[in-house]
């Protein structure tokens, strides 16, 4: 029994990856020679491409997810799908699978790469081409507490200073509660101070997730530019919405005093919003029971049962 991908939520855009037909029996999901920009000079496959707005019409009219082994892959009608750099799309978790299979069988006519996250995201830790290791991504994470949102505080302005104030500081109070750390906002213009103890704590709790985890994780961190407020919603302390928003109070506050451009601030926060929940999505189906089976048996004996979306229990091909 498996999910229907039309009936998981569809998050949001983004995608570093352009589909290119290769034969009759493969799909390769990206262009492994195309570099867009990089959401890091050091980790740069993960953010959207610079060909990320382009489409072409779609070619195919099934997709199926099928299970190979203990893992699990996507088929576009009778073709396999392949990561840029030439290896079986395979993931081990049966609901990340459906989620990716959502992401090709939501494109209608055209194909719109910049609404596929989550395959952007398989793609990146299949083919790993900066070679990084568990460690890399750890340390990256951790310079963005040192640069936090929530942590780095501006003065001069009462009223500004006040809703930093009221919206921040219950998050920063939860987030060392939740990790027995000590972290205080700063306005120094050199940041933060983020203490030895600190540091270590969060890196042995890092420690604690696997290699596709962290890299969701990562790109969590990356879409809100705060740790402190991913941990949050992958804790479900906080939801989507509520994270994006307060990772925007300085763009709410100044749109209160100046007004909006029409259009442009909801399309940012849209953005941000649909690659924030596509990683969160991402970090829970990492994290998760790998199939469905599973869940459900966890179900039935009285545990928890996580389902990525609101969903019914039918097949896992579906045909425009």
């Given at each position: 029994m498996s999910l229907s991908a039309d009936k998981l939520i569809r998050f949001g855009t983004g995608s570093s990856?352009?589909?290119?037909?290769?034969?009759?029996?493969?799909?390769?999901?990206?262009?492994?020679?195309?570099?867009g920009r990089g959401f890091h000079l050091s980790f740069g496959d993960f953010a959207q491409?610079?060909?990320?707005?382009?489409?072409?019409?779609?070619?195919?009219?099934?997709?199926?997810?099928?299970?190979?082994?203990?893992?699990?892959?996507?088929?576009?009608?009778?073709?396999?799908?392949?990561?840029?750099?030439?290896?079986?799309?395979?993931?081990?978790?049966e609901p990340l699978a459906l989620?990716?299979?959502?992401?090709?069988?939501?494109?209608?006519?055209?194909?719109?790469?910049?609404?596929?996250?989550?395959?952007?995201?398989v793609n990146t830790i299949l083919d790993n081409p900066n070679k990084l290791l568990k460690q890399d991504i750890i340390s990256h994470i951790l310079t963005y507490l040192e640069n936090d949102t929530l942590l780095c505080r501006e003065e001069g302005n009462l009223e500004w200073s006040s809703e930093q104030t009221k919206k921040w500081d219950p998050l920063v109070?939860?987030?060392?509660?939740?990790?027995?750390?000590?972290?205080?906002?700063?306005?120094?213009?050199?940041?933060?101070?983020?203490?030895i103890h600190a540091r270590q704590a969060l890196q042995k709790y890092l420690h604690s997730h696997d290699f596709w985890t962290l890299n969701g994780l990562v790109f969590a961190v990356e879409s809100v530019k705060s740790l402190i407020l991913a941990l949050a919603c992958v804790d479900r302390h906080l939801s989507v919405e509520e994270g994006v928003r307060l990772a925007a109070l300085e763009t709410e506050f100044q749109t209160?005093?100046?007004?909006?451009?029409?259009?442009?601030?909801?399309?940012?926060?849209?953005?941000i919003q649909a690659r924030f929940a596509a990683s969160i999505l991402f970090v829970h189906l990492t994290s998760s029971s790998s199939s469905i089976e599973v869940q459900l048996h966890k179900a039935r004996s009285g545990?928890?049962?996580?389902?990525?979306?609101?969903?019914?229990?039918?097949s896992t091909t579906y045909t425009k």
């Open positions: 990856n352009l589909l290119k037909l290769l034969n009759k029996n493969e799909i390769r999901a990206g262009n492994g020679i195309l570099v491409s610079s060909l990320g707005s382009q489409t072409r019409k779609r070619f195919y009219k099934k997709v199926s997810t099928v299970q190979s082994n203990k893992d699990f892959e996507i088929v576009l009608d009778n073709k396999k799908l392949k990561t840029p750099a030439g290896s079986i799309f395979r993931v081990s978790s989620a990716v299979a959502n992401e090709w069988d939501a494109q209608e006519e055209k194909i719109l790469v910049s609404s596929m996250h989550i395959t952007s995201l109070e939860w987030f060392n509660k939740r990790y027995g750390v000590t972290v205080e906002p700063s306005s120094a213009i050199t940041g933060p101070n983020l203490p209160r005093q100046w007004g909006r451009v029409e259009w442009a601030h909801d399309m940012d926060n849209f953005n545990a928890a049962l996580y389902i990525p979306a609101r969903s019914i229990l039918n």
